[in-house]
């Protein structure tokens, strides 16, 4: 759907923005997930510890970006296009669901002892996150997002070149079949987080470009 006003008309009529506080509620859990991801891949938390605490920050970002969602029907006027917040809140959402859904594969394949490929990616995850945040945090006044969003994708790069090592780390050494399937996946699991960053970024950039 298309802005109901330009960007300059907008800015003289008054608007919720009660979605720019959600979305950065949001982000700040998605990092607090990516934290807690980060501090079993480091030996700093045990990974019962981290799933409860991962599963919990889901379950909040879940309840958050429904309010978001729900809210789009009775709001009149929009702080930004109403399909960029519902592309928003989904895409921040997937960044979450991803994280957690590393976290259950570590828990189902019984990984005990992290790889160093494990720890860099996580460590990756928790800086673009981190990008997230910030982007998010900017997005009222619209300065600086750019520049957080050029970050993120600089992190999506250094994420696929990881995840490039850490799979041909896997055929390279002589490591049981079984194993090589059970990182492989958890491996792939943490790029897709890294690549949903990215996709945050692109929705970010296209509502500054919009109301520019």
């Known amino acids: ?51 409860e605490r991962v599963k919990a920050l889901e379950h909040e970002c879940d309840e958050l970006s429904h309010e978001v969602l ?12 109403r399909e960029d917040i519902h592309r928003l809140a989904v895409r921040l959402d997937d960044v979450i669901d991803l994280i957690d859904g590393t976290v259950r594969r570590v828990v189902l394949f019984k990984i005990r002892q992290p790889t160093p490929h494990s720890r860099r990616l996580s460590a990756i995850i928790v800086q673009a996150t981190q990008e997230v945040v910030e982007a998010v945090a900017d997005l009222r006044k619209q300065k600086g997002v750019i520049a957080h969003c050029i970050q993120i994708k600089k992190f ?16 390279a050494d002589s490591i049981e079949a079984i194993e090589v399937i059970k990182w492989k996946d958890v491996y792939e699991n943490m790029e897709r987080c890294i690549d949903q960053c990215e996709a945050v970024a692109h929705v970010l950039e296209s509502v500054v470009l919009k109301n520019s």
């Open 70 to 81: 729900r809210a789009i029907d009775k709001t009149f006027i929009t702080p930004i296009d």
């Open 1 to 51: 759907m298309a802005p109901l006003l330009g960007g300059g008309m907008l800015k003289l009529l008054p608007r919720d923005d009660k979605y720019f506080e959600r979305f950065t509620e949001i982000a700040s859990r998605v990092h607090e997930g990516a934290q807690a991801l980060d501090q079993f891949f480091s030996g700093q938390a045990p990974l019962p510890q981290v799933a």
């Open 156 to 171: 999506e790069n250094e994420g696929d070149v990881a995840y490039q090592d850490a799979v041909a780390s896997l055929f």
